[in-house]
């Protein structure tokens, strides 16, 4: 039976996300209702600027004061769609104190504090869901969190950053440099003005964080989070990479270690296979590759940001949360049970492309050899790096007596293949190391 009186919703932020959630709970309100079992009432909106236009909201409904808007008691859902650290952590808070549970989209608090925002809420007995932080419309927390709750997952693998994946994929279907393809992406509008937060794997890490966090039943903050940007990858290493059947990906990775004891995990850029699932997300989406012992491999698919994309995740947490206060229940909370610790990027256990410009005289190639084998790193392939030269010999030698080198390991600990690289830099006849390269996916 539907009740008449409305769940009062609070919407924090009315940007590109905020305005469309808004829209949404105004142009589906009696199907949500019916969904809910009770109507949703737009209570306030908290925004910075109260004079900008907003189409649709009713002006009465605007506020700059935020803090008095989460503190009024009577609101029963607040939407978080700021960003940022502060004042988003204090209003979050707050509003758990006052009563309100909370839907968030706030990725980088999530992975800084997400322990104890989980704490507040079930201190106060509210629910904090936040399906938007991670992969913008992908259902991807709910099915973590819910659906494979009796399962176990083993690893999470995934292109949660669209801007990236954008700028990567244009690399490697133009040949573009990473900056005429960036330069591209901010034209489109998918890369900000300020691309660091993507470009440098922040945004990512912060996924990778709430990711693992949830798969593995373990508190990972973002800085546990191991990261590598995306900015030195170059149209060389799509050549490479093309050689290899490979093409290049920035990945977050949350795994366990092979004794199950730690988990770890990372985002890097990657070469994978073009075999791979993940290998043919093109443009800015996002994709999710999830295996566990029971359900074997799974993707997950779709818009990773954009208004309503984002919005659509948004709702989805808000119509759970309606219905779990009209039933007086909450939704699960955080599962950080397992305690296992996070292990040092230095313990993942993967593949190495190295790409070496070395002298051209007898014995380089036996010289290399050994540093491997001293690192204990096993060598799976040599082969040239075409530097104008099309022989297919396992070094390609130019006029000026230097040859390039690629050399593909074999499995081994991050520490030991970095450790391999630094003394390979040390080699005299090793001028330069013109790139290395984590295997991934095979
Ligand atoms: N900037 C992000 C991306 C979207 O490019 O995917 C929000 O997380």
Redesign the pocket.
Known sequence: MMRTRPLKVALLGCGVVGSEVARIMTTHADDLAARIGAPVELAGVAVRRPSKVRQGIDPALVTTDATALVKRGDIDVVVEVIGGIEPARTLITTALEHGASVVSAN?ALLAQDGAALHAAAEEHGQDLYYEAAVA?AIPLIRPLRESLAGDKINRVMGI?????NFILDKMDSTGAGYQEALDEATALG?A?ADPT??VEGF?AAA?AAILAGIAFHTRVRLDDVHREGMTEVTAADFASAKEMGCTIKLLAICERTADGQSVTARVHPAMIPLSHPLASVRG?Y?AVFVESDAAGQLMFYGP??GGSP?ASAVLGDLVAVCRNRLSGATGPGESAYAALPVSPMGDVVTRYHISLDVADKPGVLAQVATVFAEHGVSIDTVRQQGRNQSSGDAVAVDQDGEASLVVVTHRASDAALSGTVEALRKLDTVRGVASMMRVEGE
């Open positions: 990725k913008g949660v950053n669209g801007t990236t998918y900000e937060a993507d945004d996924k800015a996002n990773g940001a984002t």
